[in-house]
């Protein structure tokens, strides 16, 4: 059977997937827990004032070296955070009947992830810089997301909230001849990036977790409406 150009693309993309999914995660860590006490959690909120935001649980892992002497040969270390966020909607602010700020579901935690190169003493903490012909890196930042949701949010005392955001940015490179990343073009509407964090999310949640459409409020400033993804888990 002879294949089409487009049927050939389609398996090649199929099986690049299959390879992605199964890939083996990177050993993680949780480097810092800064949350606040259950004490403190109830003294606020009984007092008024909601949830405490900005509380942050952030994890580690380093990846192999890439095998590019240009470009990330020592490997790369990557920082995933998870950031306790309120939702702002201007229609029921400061603070009106719609919206209680004791209310759990007016609070997401912020999922971003960001990487630096090894070895390089100018590199610093880039959410753009990533060795994207690393396959491990995806599975281990959604083996990381699973981990906190089964692991480390039911311990600390805000785990009542449990909506999640992240946002899919366009595809970046590291252009040898500028000395810098450029945008992948092609990446308009929803990213590729995107679908496969959502893909991977999708295999990774506990039963019952669906990804919402974005809440009043919760519009970010780094991306469309079609890459910023809100899910909840039971």
Do not use: C
Not at 76 to 92: E, I, K, Q
Not at 144 to 154: A, D, W
């Amino acid at each position: 059977m002879k294949l089409t150009r487009r049927q050939l693309g389609k398996l090649i993309n199929e099986a690049l997937l299959t390879e992605l999914f199964d890939s083996p995660p990177y050993p993680f860590t949780v480097a810092e827990m800064n949350v606040v006490s259950d004490a403190h959690a109830e003294e606020v909120i009984a007092s008024g004032g909601g949830k405490v935001t900005q509380q942050d649980v952030l994890y580690e892992f380093t990846t192999d070296p890439s095998g590019d002497e240009a470009y990330g040969s020592e490997g790369f270390a990557y920082h995933v955070s998870f950031m306790l966020d309120m939702l702002l909607d201007p229609a029921t602010m400061p603070w009106e009947s719609e919206q209680d700020p004791a209310d759990p579901w007016n609070y997401f935690w912020t999922i971003t992830f960001e990487s630096m190169e090894i070895g390089n003493r100018n590199a610093d903490y880039d959410i753009m810089q990533t060795y994207q012909n690393d396959m491990r890196v995806l599975p281990t930042i959604s083996s990381i997301v699973e981990n906190f949701v089964t692991e480390v949010l039911p311990e600390i005392p805000d785990n009542d909230v449990k909506s999640f955001s992240f946002v899919g940015s366009p595809t970046h490179t590291f252009d040898h001849q500028k000395n810098h990343f450029v945008e992948v073009p092609a990446d308009a509407g929803q990213t590729r990036r995107t679908r496969i964090y959502l893909a991977m999310l999708k295999k990774k949640l506990p039963p019952g977790a669906q990804v919402i459409p974005i809440p009043p409020g919760g519009n970010h400033s780094a991306g469309s409406d079609e890459n910023i993804i809100f899910f909840k888990v039971p």
